[in-house]
């Protein structure tokens, strides 16, 4: 047989499907030589067998997803068979029931299977020097068998003729990189595995990721010994009127989600200088999102109520996506904002505190890899806007446009122009502790 394929080997990971049957049979009429991998080799062998027929030349590996060892094993024949294209479609489902009625056994299987499994065959394949491409074609966990159809494809599955695509994305930063300001725990906490699997969907170890975080929570707790050094800045600290017992929730996008942010380094002050008063620091920063994303979470941040709230939100609303308008206006800004204060004021006592947008260093920002991928641009010009309209409201309001300057002054902003370097964390700090009152 000859076609598109010819002279290409594919793992198929998750053969016995009908999905992964008919992919099999795909990328065998293009050409391809298979290496089917799944549980039950009986199956397999009969998919071979069918495949025989039609003069595709295939090996049925028996593997379980969820044993590491036999898929790193299962990889392993298929790399020696000069393995080139990989499909893991590995997938479990559980009988549709309401959520109340939903074994806790069987979410874990479906996400070890589905979620862990996958991860877990792409390290692997990854690890082989996968040449070509990776497909992740997964059924939907609440589907019924019979209706299966894909939960997610990472990479688009094109037979035949498929365009050769690299391992990673054009733009892929480090772990650490990334595990700096994306924290898929606060988005997806609820799924049952989700903490265990972190290091894997970042693609370290355990001890990796442990590792990671600890410097930059160690560099966040230096950062707070360096400001109470300070006996002007100690004063303050010690005379924010902060009760015993009380939770400060902070607010904001990825300059407060950041794992060294303003609010980490508070908290760790607030440790260091007053452990006998119990307080609690709360970082409920979410990178990437914009005012009208945190008002569809807001209700449940407030749960438990907080004494006091630190909002810095905005610097996602006025990101403008190649070259256009910002991602939300200046007039809807100013009333997501009102909202949120609004439902806060129902909701809870908390005192509350605004901090402005920070100011960017638009020519860092222009020529970075990330911001260039993601087509994403700001203007000082709309940061200065949005600083206006909150620096009108009635609670007190951290300026950091003046704390920062325009353009940012570069010891403050960090390396991509867009979030502050520690130094401008502790600015940020040190802004807050004087204005909280």
Same mark, same amino acid.
Request: proline letters at 8%; glycine letters at 10%; a positive charge.
């Given at each position: 047989m000859t076609g598109r394929l010819e002279g290409r080997?594919?793992? !198929?990971? *998750?053969?016995?499907?009908?999905? %992964?049957?008919?992919?099999?049979?795909?990328? %065998?009429a293009a050409g391809a030589r298979l290496v089917l991998a799944a549980r039950d080799t009986g199956r397999l062998d009969r998919l071979a067998a069918e495949l025989e027929v039609i003069d595709v030349v295939s090996r049925v590996v028996g593997v379980d997803v969820a044993d $590491?060892?036999?898929?790193?094993?299962? !990889?392993?024949?298929?790399?020696?068979? %000069? /393995?080139?294209?990989?499909?893991?479609?590995? *997938?479990?489902?559980?009988? #549709?029931?309401?959520? *109340?009625?939903?074994? /806790?056994? $069987?979410? $874990?299987? =479906?996400? &070890? =299977?589905?979620?862990?499994?996958? +991860?877990?065959? /792409?390290?692997?394949?990854?690890?082989?020097?996968?040449?070509?491409? !990776?497909?992740?074609?997964?059924?939907h966990?609440?589907?019924?068998?019979?209706? *299966?159809? #894909?939960?997610?494809?990472?990479?688009? @599955?094109?037979?035949?003729?498929?365009?050769? /695509?690299?391992?990673? &994305?054009?733009?892929? #930063?480090?772990?650490?990189?990334?595990?700096?300001?994306v924290h898929l725990e606060k988005l997806y906490g609820y799924l049952p595995g989700l903490t265990e699997s972190l290091p894997a969907i970042f693609g370290v170890s355990p001890q990796e990721y442990g590792a990671i975080r600890d410097r930059f929570d160690a560099l966040a707790r230096s950062?707070?010994?360096?400001? +109470?050094?300070?006996? %002007? @800045?100690?004063?303050? =600290?010690?005379?924010?009127? @902060?009760q015993r017992g009380a939770r400060i929730l902070a607010v904001g996008d990825s300059v407060t989600d950041d794992l060294q942010s303003w609010a980490e380094i508070l908290r760790h002050v607030l440790a260091i200088a007053r452990p006998d008063d119990d307080l609690t620091v709360v970082n409920a920063g979410l990178s990437a999102h914009t005012t009208a994303m945190i008002l569809r979470r807001w209700p449940s941040l407030l749960n438990p109520a907080p004494d006091w709230i630190v909002c810095g939100l905005g610097g996602n609303d006025v990101t403008r996506i190649a070259g256009g308008k910002p991602q939300v206006t200046l007039t809807e800004s100013i009333e997501n904002l009102r909202e949120l204060r609004g439902i806060a004021a129902e909701r809870t006592t908390a005192r509350w505190t605004w901090l402005t947008p920070v100011p960017v260093d638009e020519e860092r920002a222009a020529t970075n890899p990330g911001f260039q991928y993601g087509a994403s641009s700001w203007r000082n010009t709309d940061i200065t806007a949005l600083a206006d309209a909150i620096r009108g409201f009635d609670e007190p309001v951290v300026d950091l446009v003046d704390v920062f300057g325009i353009p940012?002054?570069?010891?403050?902003?960090?390396?991509?122009? =867009?979030? #502050?370097?520690? &130094?401008?964390?502790?600015?940020?700090?040190?802004?807050?502790?004087? &204005? +909280?009152?």
């Open positions: 080997t594919a793992l !198929v990971v *998750g053969a016995n499907g009908s999905i %992964g049957r008919a992919i099999a049979r795909a990328l %065998g $590491d060892d036999a898929l790193a094993a299962a !990889v392993k024949v298929a790399a020696t068979e %000069g /393995m080139d294209i990989a499909v893991n479609n590995a *997938g479990a489902t559980h009988r #549709p029931a309401p959520l *109340g009625e939903l074994s /806790m056994a $069987d979410a $874990d299987r =479906v996400l &070890t =299977v589905t979620l862990r499994g996958t +991860l877990a065959a /792409m390290r692997h394949e990854l690890a082989a020097r996968l040449p070509r491409r !990776v497909v992740h074609h997964r059924r966990p609440h589907r019924r068998r019979r209706q *299966g159809r #894909p939960g997610g494809v990472t990479r688009p @599955f094109q037979i035949p003729g498929a365009t050769t /695509m690299n391992e990673k &994305t054009p733009y892929a #930063p480090p772990a650490a990189a990334q595990l700096q300001y950062a707070a010994q360096e400001l +109470l050094v300070d006996d %002007g @800045f100690a004063g303050h =600290v010690s005379r924010l009127p @902060f940012a002054h570069p010891d403050l902003q960090g390396p991509d122009g =867009v979030h #502050p370097s520690l &130094t401008g964390q502790q600015a940020i700090v040190t802004a807050v502790v004087t &204005t +909280l009152r």
